[in-house]
């Protein structure tokens, strides 16, 4: 009970969790439906991987302004402005849907809100350890992933309902409204706030801000970024999989409804949710040198995904197995990311930590679009079982290889 009286659950958290609570699911359900609509109108898999790959393009380069921004910019400003931006954006995209060609459009639109996406994020992390105490960092984390797994778990079961029977005008017209009205509430944000002095040109400060985090990493905790290259594989492997594969096969090869592609969805973010709430929970009983565990039961998971696959030809059956495993791997993957995000918000020095999680959340980024661009191709190619075979013989062997990074983990972490 004492959790209750600290400042965690206080206005200005509370705020902040609001803020994201509306504005994820605005993003959600745009990210459920401008793809879907793409992939109903072409019908080809190696379009909808590329265009989700081009779209996470300037996510991945605009991190890094996102954490150089997030140690010398009011956090609170970052968010509102750029949530301000995005309903801007998809108004404008309103009014052009029918106007200019189509592919181009999404394509732009797309870039946009992951570009804004990729500037925000670094921001509402590195606010955290601002906003609460460090022995309740963890839990923080915990709450804002589970809030982000909680929008993406209702947008594409909403969303799939919504552009299911009315295509997708009202979709854009909720999103710009949920963008809007979080910006509103993140005005009211109190974000301590200490303006450092700036007696450099801002692009050479920027550089010399991502050097320094670069350099945080790559010399003071070496750790972090050998933990940062497992995540990049998992993306690479699994998540690129999850995000290209599960629509794919659930709308073009088992030939389903656009409400199932929804609720199969919903239910992969209710894995993260899930996964959100037990890693608050446990809190300090989680053993981060241990997480290693969470990744060997995720491979184990895809390659049961593909024996499911394999043995049954009942396409509700491989639907469900599909959403089950998928949800399963979701779970473990999720309290795997937050225990190492948690560790590197806690070590890291305050006046680092934007640029540090902007490096960080860089490197993972950048195989994702890879993955995703694969997957799409490959799926066009070759039946999806040795595809899920493979990845979950990949995954196995990047979690082998975290049980020996993570043993280092031991010497860095304070959990006290």
């Known amino acids: 009970m004492a959790i209750l009286n600290h400042k965690l659950l206080g206005r200005d958290f509370a705020l902040a969790i609001a803020g994201q609570i509306v504005s994820l699911f605005g993003n959600a359900i745009l990210r459920f439906s401008l793809p879907l609509f793409l992939l109903r109108e072409t019908g080809s898999s190696a379009l909808f991987g590329m265009v989700t790959a081009c779209s996470l393009l300037p996510m991945i380069l605009l991190s890094l302004l996102g954490g150089v921004l997030a140690d010398r910019v009011n956090k609170r400003n970052i968010m509102v402005l750029l949530d301000f931006s995005k309903a801007g954006i998809i108004a404008g995209f309103y009014f052009l849907v029918g106007k200019a060609p189509t592919i181009p459009l999404f394509i732009v639109t797309l ?68 963008f809007a009205l979080s910006a509103v509430m993140e005005i009211f944000i109190k974000i301590p706030f200490v303006k450092r002095p700036r007696e450099k040109p801002a692009l050479q400060i920027a550089r010399q801000d991502l050097l320094e985090g670069c350099r945080f990493l790559r010399v003071d905790q070496p750790v972090f970024l050998k933990v940062s290259l497992i995540i990049a594989g998992l993306n690479l492997i699994l998540s690129a999989m999850i995000t290209v594969g599960i629509p794919v096969l659930t709308v073009e090869h088992l030939g389903f409804s656009d409400q199932l592609l929804g609720v199969a969805q919903g239910l992969l973010a209710a894995g993260g949710v899930l996964g959100g709430l037990l890693t608050a929970l446990l809190g300090k009983r989680l053993q981060p040198e241990r997480a290693y565990v969470f990744l060997i039961l995720c491979a184990m998971l895809t390659l049961l995904m593909g024996a499911g696959m394999l043995w049954s030809n009942t396409p509700y ?41 902007a490096c960080i959340m860089t490197l993972i980024m950048c195989a994702q679009p890879i993955g995703q661009l694969t997957y799409g191709i490959f799926l066009e190619q070759i039946s999806a079982v040795p595809i899920i075979t493979g990845a979950g013989a990949i995954s196995m062997c990047i979690a082998l290889y975290a049980k020996k990074v993570l043993s280092e983990l031991g010497g860095v972490t304070s959990n006290g």
């Open 317 to 357: 059956l491989k639907y469900l197995i599909l959403s089950g495993t998928g949800t399963a791997i979701t779970i473990f993957s999720t309290m795997f990311s937050i225990q190492m995000l948690a560790v590197v918000q806690r070590e890291t020095p305050e006046h680092l930590i934007g640029k540090v999680i």
């Open 111 to 178: 870039m946009l809100l992951y570009g804004i996406s990729g500037t925000y994020q670094p921001a509402v992390q590195a606010s955290i350890p601002a906003l609460v105490a460090k022995d309740y960092i963890l839990t923080a984390s915990a709450i804002v992933n589970q809030i982000g797994s909680m929008a993406n778990f209702i947008g594409p079961v909403i969303g799939g309902w919504i552009y299911g029977l009315w295509g997708l005008e009202p979709i854009l017209e909720i999103s710009v409204g949920c």
